[in-house]
């Protein structure tokens, strides 16, 4: 056993694409099925992962949530301190080993020595400053300088996304192996280099190969530095992305139930989230509604219940049975039907869109807005066409089993994202 780690989750490793596509072994590693978290999202994977402890315990319900006090919903916020509970690490660092974090959700302000996060500057002119936060402060440019290049935020995430992205967080993860000032003794990194076309165009188009050919050779960069320097690795997927091409819209049916409320600026549609009697947080697969009054609850599941694509409506004792309440979550917790996915917009017609539905704004959003992969019209707008997605993922149902692979012996073989969390908090309590 390797008294080092390098752990690589990567975005939308689903076992069946995973084999169906290549196989099952990979450079010594032969890959297993693992039922991911429910939700099956980003955040909440991550957490789960970090914490080795369920969603009622950690509270990352989605990759946001919304905050009651402020009458607002917040996704994709960086703060560590969204993630409760303590972390699989803490008693390996106590002992003075080095945890690096690279491109982690929530990884801001985290118990770790190494942290590379994006964290781009927005101009009051429009426009932003691209950057990436680091710990300690000098990493990023020293990288930088290495790699050539800066982290290039656009292949993150938007209608230019691709694993270029991946390109350089595997590059800049396989130069801190190689550090010996550097080297954390354990690694966790992250590599979204599926995540784009197989949302785009689904998991079976010829370009999720292509992405996964590019994930491949990203994988053996870090893995020839892992070897190098004596790391083990282990690879886990947070999800499978599966068909979706219809789409839910909640909130369009609490609007005309008169539930959610708008208000108009410069002839455009805002939501009142002060006024809203109901409002649905759509993220893939699963939407979480938050009510203002208990009360509402029955006329909310009836103005939603006759959807077509919903599968299941859960309240909160339901959602208490399946392991998943916690405060942060919704009154109602909406489940899609296979082949659908929830898309947050509240009006029909494009002109009554508000402002940020044109541009890629994860955070201003109040939804998960995968339409962002797409560019639209006018030019340099994001596309606002639903139906041109055609992956998603969430649900953990038939086919949607995430995949992984260590070269280390673990005590067990897990079943599931939490018992591999489980298990490597063991095998790092078992580090000398």
Same mark, same amino acid.
């Given at each position: =056993?390797?008294?080092?780690?390098?752990?690589?989750?990567?975005?939308?490793?689903?076992?069946?694409?995973?084999?169906? /596509?290549?196989?099952?072994?990979?450079?010594?590693?032969?890959?297993?099925?693992?039922?991911?978290?429910?939700?099956?999202?980003?955040?909440?994977?991550?957490?789960?992962?970090?914490?080795? @402890?369920?969603?009622?315990?950690?509270? =990352?319900?989605?990759?946001?949530?919304?905050?009651?006090?402020?009458?607002?919903?917040?996704? +994709?916020?960086?703060?560590?301190?969204?993630?409760?509970?303590?972390?699989? *690490?803490? /008693?390996?660092?106590?002992?003075?080993?080095?945890?690096?974090?690279?491109? +982690?959700?929530?990884?801001?302000?985290?118990?770790?020595?190494?942290?590379?996060?994006?964290?781009?500057?927005?101009?009051?002119?429009?426009? =932003?400053?691209?950057?990436?936060?680091?710990?300690?402060?000098?990493?990023?440019?020293?990288?930088?300088?290495?790699?050539?290049? %800066?982290?290039?935020?656009?292949?993150? +995430?938007?209608?230019?996304?691709?694993? $270029?992205?991946?390109?350089?967080? @595997?590059?800049?993860?396989?130069?801190?192996?190689?550090?010996?000032?550097?080297?954390?003794?354990?690694?966790? %990194?992250?590599?979204?280099?599926?995540?784009?076309?197989?949302?785009?165009?689904?998991?079976?188009?010829?370009?999720?190969?292509?992405?996964?050919?590019?994930?491949?050779?990203?994988?053996?960069?870090?893995?020839?530095? $892992?070897?190098?320097?004596?790391?083990?690795?282990?690879?886990?997927?947070?999800?499978?992305?599966?068909?979706?091409?219809?789409?839910?819209?909640?909130? &369009?049916?609490?609007?005309?139930?008169?539930?959610?409320?708008? &208000? %108009?600026?410069?002839? =455009?549609?805002?939501?009142?989230?002060?006024?809203?009697?109901?409002?649905?947080?759509?993220?893939?697969?699963?939407?979480?509604?938050?009510?203002?009054?208990?009360?509402?609850?029955?006329?909310?599941?009836?103005?939603?219940?006759?959807? #077509?694509?919903? #599968?299941?409506?859960?309240?909160? %004792?339901?959602?208490?049975?399946?392991?998943?309440?916690?405060?942060?979550?919704? #009154?109602?917790?909406?489940?899609?039907?296979?082949?659908?996915?929830?898309?947050?917009? *509240? +009006?029909?017609?494009?002109?009554? @869109?508000?402002?940020?539905?044109?541009?890629?704004?994860?955070?201003?959003?109040?939804?998960?807005?995968?339409?962002?992969?797409?560019?639209? *019209?006018?030019?340099?707008?994001?596309?606002?066409?639903? !139906?041109?997605?055609?992956?998603?993922?969430?649900?953990?149902?038939?086919?949607?089993?995430?995949? *992984?692979?260590? !070269?280390?012996?673990? $005590?067990?073989?897990?079943?599931?994202?939490?018992?591999?969390?489980?298990?490597?908090?063991?095998?790092?309590?078992?580090?000398?």
């Amino acid at each position: =056993m390797n008294k080092r780690l390098v752990i690589i989750q990567v975005a939308g490793l689903g076992y069946d694409f995973l084999t169906e /596509s290549f196989g099952i072994t990979w450079k010594g590693c032969t890959f297993e099925p693992l039922k991911s978290v429910f939700p099956a999202l980003t955040c909440t994977a991550q957490a789960t992962f970090r914490t080795a @402890a369920p969603l009622s315990s950690h509270g =990352m319900i989605a990759n946001g949530q919304f905050h009651r006090e402020l009458h607002r919903p917040l996704l +994709w916020e960086q703060s560590s301190g969204l993630v409760s509970g303590p972390r699989i *690490w803490d /008693s390996f660092r106590k002992r003075g080993k080095r945890v690096a974090m690279l491109f +982690w959700q929530q990884s801001l302000g985290e118990a770790a020595d190494i942290i590379l996060s994006p964290a781009p500057i927005h101009k009051h002119g429009g426009g =932003m400053i691209q950057s990436v936060y680091s710990q300690p402060p000098g990493l990023y440019d020293s990288l930088c300088k290495s790699i050539k290049r %800066t982290f290039p935020l656009h292949r993150y +995430w938007g209608p230019i996304a691709s694993p $270029a992205s991946s390109d350089w967080i @595997a590059q800049a993860t396989a130069l801190l192996l190689n550090d010996p000032n550097t080297a954390p003794d354990l690694c966790l %990194t992250y590599l979204p280099a599926l995540d784009y076309d197989l949302q785009r165009h689904g998991p079976a188009h010829p370009s999720a190969k292509r992405a996964l050919a590019a994930l491949l050779s990203q994988l053996a960069l870090i893995r020839d530095a $892992a070897v190098k320097n004596d790391y083990d690795i282990l690879i886990f997927g947070d999800y499978a992305i599966g068909s979706a091409t219809q789409t839910v819209f909640p909130n &369009r049916a609490l609007l005309q139930s008169n539930l959610f409320k708008t &208000r %108009t600026v410069a002839g =455009m549609l805002y939501p009142d989230f002060h006024a809203s009697q109901a409002f649905a947080m759509v993220d893939h697969e699963i939407a979480h509604v938050y009510l203002r009054d208990p009360t509402d609850l029955a006329s909310t599941r009836t103005a939603l219940e006759t959807l #077509e694509g919903i #599968e299941t409506i859960l309240d909160t %004792t339901a959602q208490q049975t399946a392991g998943i309440a916690h405060p942060h979550g919704g #009154e109602l917790l909406l489940v899609a039907k296979p082949g659908f996915w929830f898309a947050y917009p *509240w +009006w029909t017609a494009k002109k009554k @869109a508000p402002d940020y539905a044109s541009h890629v704004d994860i955070h201003n959003k109040p939804g998960y807005d995968p339409c962002e992969l797409f560019f639209g *019209w006018p030019p340099i707008s994001v596309s606002q066409d639903t !139906t041109r997605i055609k992956g998603s993922h969430g649900t953990i149902g038939k086919d949607r089993d995430a995949a *992984w692979a260590a !070269t280390c012996q673990l $005590a067990g073989t897990p079943t599931t994202l939490q018992e591999l969390a489980q298990l490597v908090k063991q095998h790092l309590e078992a580090v000398p």
